[in-house]
C-alpha cells in the first residue's frame, strides 16, 4: 500500500459529528435544507439510472437539468443528493436521511450491475463515445465526477461500503477509458468540462491506497490551466469560472497525497489571485459564470447574472485546504466573508437555492423549483447547507481555532472537553465560550479577530477584563488549564465601511463589519413565475430604478447612517429619497441594490 497522505494539516478540522449547531441562523438553514432532501422520493431520483440500464420503472422523470433529454441528468440525483445527505447526517445524526441514502445507494449499485462493466449514470456511454471524438456534449465527467463523490461522501461519512464499491468501480471504468489516450488526445478531452474528477480521484486513492487510482487521476491535470498559474501568471480571463475552480482543489489534493510542491503553488497563487482581484464584496466570483475582465477590473461585471453559487461553495473548499495548510486567519476571514454574504441567504425558507446572486443594481434573488430545476447551484447548495458545522473549529495538538461566530457545540473526546459557543452573530457583536471539562486539561484557544474589527475589542475571562486583546485578521491566543464553568467573553465592534467595485470607484457597496447591506426597493413585479423558476437559470426582465448617490469622497458616512433602535438596519441620508438598508442574507422576495452608483464630484460639498 502506498503512503496515502504526504502532506499533513498544519491545523485540522473536527468531524462534522463532533460539532453540533444550537439555535440561531445556521441551524434554521440547515433545517430548511433536510426537509428538501427528506422529500425528494428515491424513486424519482433513481429513475433515469434504471433506464439507462435498461431496468423497469414507473416513476416520474424530475424536470429541469434531471429530465429524460438533459445532459448532465444523474449529477444531482445520484451526485449530489447522496453528498448531501452524508453530509447532513454526519451534522445531525438523522437516521432516516441515512437510511434513506443507503437505499438509494442500492438501487444505483443495481444499475451498475445491469451494466457489467462499472459504468454507471443517468446517461448511456455514447455520450463518451463523443467526448472521444470531439463532438458536442455536455460535460459527461462533470456528471460522473458527482456521482463518484457521492458515493464517496456515503462511505466517508455513513460508512456504506456498497457505496466504496461502486466508486471504485466507476473509477476502473474511467481508467479503461482514459488509458488508450495519448497525453495530447487527453489534453483535448480536458478542454470539455469535468468538474472534480483530480479531486475525487486522488480521494479515493487516499481511502484505498490504490495507486492506480493516483494515475488515474493524473490524466485530469488540466496543462492549459494549470501551467500558467503555476508560472504565478494570471491568465483567467474569459474561462469559465466554477469549471476550473474544481480543478485547483484538485491540485490541493494532488500536492497533499504526492507531495509535489508545484501542485501547492498552483493552489495558492490561484486563491490570492481569485480572492483578492476578482471577487465582489460579498466574497463570489463570476460573471454569467465567467471571469471576463483582467485582474483587478470588475466594472462591467454588476447585473443579473453575478457570482454563480457553485463558485461560492467551490472557493469555500479550497479556503478550507489553504487554511489547514498555514492556519492563516486571512484566510477565515475570506471564508466569513463569502459564508456570511455569497452562501447564507441563497436558500429561501423550503430549502430551494439561487443559482446567480445579483450584486448589480435593482434586481432580486431567484430560486429553483422543487422538482423542475436541478441546477448545479441546487446541488452544492444542498451540500454547503448540510455541513455549516465543518470549520467553525480547528485544532492542533495544543489547541483550539474558533475560526467563526456560529452558535454551535464542540464535542473533543481525546481532551476530555466539550466546548459551547453562544452567539447572536452578526445580530450581536461577539460571542461566549463555555467550557465543560472532565478534567483539567492545559490548552490554548485561539479566537479569530477579524479584519473588519478595526476598532479594537475586549476579552472576558469569567466576569474579568483582560488587559490583551489583537489586531485584526489575528487569533487572540488564551493559553491556561481550563476547567468546567470557565466562560470566555469576546466582544468585536462592528462598524461602517464602503467597498468600491474593484475597477470602478464609482460603483460602491455598504458593510457593517462582515456583512454587505442590500438597499431595499421593493417587490413590485415580482411573482412565483419569476422569483422560482424551472430549467432556465435566469429569470430576465428588467430591473427597477434606482438613485444616484450623492456624497462626498470621505467615504459611507456621508450617505449612510445606523437607525436607532433596529438592529442591523441602515438608512441612505442626505439623498432626495431615504433607502433603508439590511443586510443580504436578510433580504428575501425584493429587489434592492448591492452596488450603488455614487458621484462624488466634490471632496467637501456644501452641509446639506
Known sequence: MAPREVISWRVLPFPNQQVKLIDGIFKDQQEANLGYLRQLPN?????????????????????????????????FSGGHYLSAAALMYASTGDEELRKKAGDLVSRLAQCQQAHGNGYLSAFPEEFFDRLREGRPVW??????????????????????EQALETAEKMASWVARWTDPLSDEHMQRVLEVEQG???????????????????????????????????????????????????????????????????????????????????????????????????????????????????????MLKLTRHLFGWTADPAAMDYYERTLFNSRLGTQDARGMKCYFLPVGRGWWKYY???????????????????KFNDTIYFHDDRGVYVNLFIASELEW?????????????????????????????????????????????????????????SGPSSFLVLER???????????????????????????????????????????????????????????????????????????????????AGKTLTFRTVGQPRATSLIPLYKLQGERYVVYWKVNSASKNPPAV
Open 413 to 469: 473526546p481525546e481532551k476530555g472537553l466539550r466546548l459551547r459557543q453562544e452567539t447572536h452573530f452578526p445580530e450581536e457583536e461577539g460571542a461566549a465560550l463555555t467550557v465543560h471539562a472532565e478534567r483539567p486539561v492545559t490548552l490554548s484557544f485561539h479566537i479569530r479577530v477579524p479584519y473588519w474589527a478595526v476598532r479594537g475589542g475586549t476579552v472576558k475571562l469569567n466576569g474579568e477584563l483582560l488587559p490583551v486583546f
Open 196 to 314: 472534480g474528477m483530480l479531486e475525487v480521484l486522488c480521494n479515493l486513492y487516499a481511502l484505498t491506497g490504490r495507486r492506480q487510482y493516483l494515475l488515474t487521476a493524473q490524466r485530469f491535470d488540466h496543462r492549459a490551466v494549470f501551467d500558467p498559474l503555476a508560472a504565478f501568471r494570471d491568465e483567467l480571463k474569459g474561462l469559465h469560472a466554477n469549471t476550473n475552480i474544481p480543478k485547483i482543489i484538485g491540485a490541493a489534493r494532488q500536492y497533499e497525497v504526492t507531495g509535489d510542491e508545484r501542485y501547492r503553488h498552483i493552489a495558492g497563487y490561484f486563491w490570492h489571485e481569485v480572492t483578492t482581484r476578482r471577487v465582489f464584496a460579498t466574497g463570489g466570483t463570476s460573471y454569467r459564470e465567467h471571469w471576463r475582465g483582467d485582474p483587478g477590473n470588475l466594472s462591467q461585471e454588476t447585473g443579473q447574472d453575478d457570482e454563480e453559487c457553485c463558485c461560492g461553495y467551490n
Open 43 to 75: 424513486d424519482r431520483l433513481a429513475h433515469m439510472f434504471r433506464v439507462t440500464a435498461g431496468l423497469p420503472s414507473s416513476a416520474e422523470p424530475l424536470g429541469g437539468w434531471e429530465k429524460p433529454d438533459c445532459e448532465v441528468r444523474g449529477h
Open 368 to 386: 429553483n423549483s422543487a422538482y423542475d430545476s436541478f441546477w448545479c447551484c441546487t446541488g452544492t447548495g444542498a451540500e454547503e447547507f448540510a
Open 481 to 563: 488549564t481550563w476547567k468546567t464553568g470557565d466562560r470566555v467573553e469576546v466582544r468585536l465592534p462592528m462598524s461602517l465601511r464602503v467597498e468600491s467595485l474593484p475597477g470602478d470607484e464609482t460603483q460602491q457597496a455598504a458593510m457593517y463589519g462582515p456583512l454587505v447591506l442590500a438597499g431595499r426597493l421593493g417587490s413590485e413585479g415580482l411573482n412565483d413565475s419569476n422569483t422560482y423558476l424551472g430549467y432556465n437559470t435566469s429569470p430576465g426582465g428588467k430591473p427597477a430604478d434606482v438613485p444616484v448617490i450623492q456624497a462626498n469622497r470621505d467615504g459611507l458616512a456621508s450617505w449612510v447612517e445606523p437607525v
Open 139 to 160: 460535460a459527461p465527467f462533470y456528471t460522473l465526477h458527482k456521482i463518484m463523490a457521492g458515493h464517496l461522501d456515503m462511505y466517508t461519512y455513513c460508512g456504506n
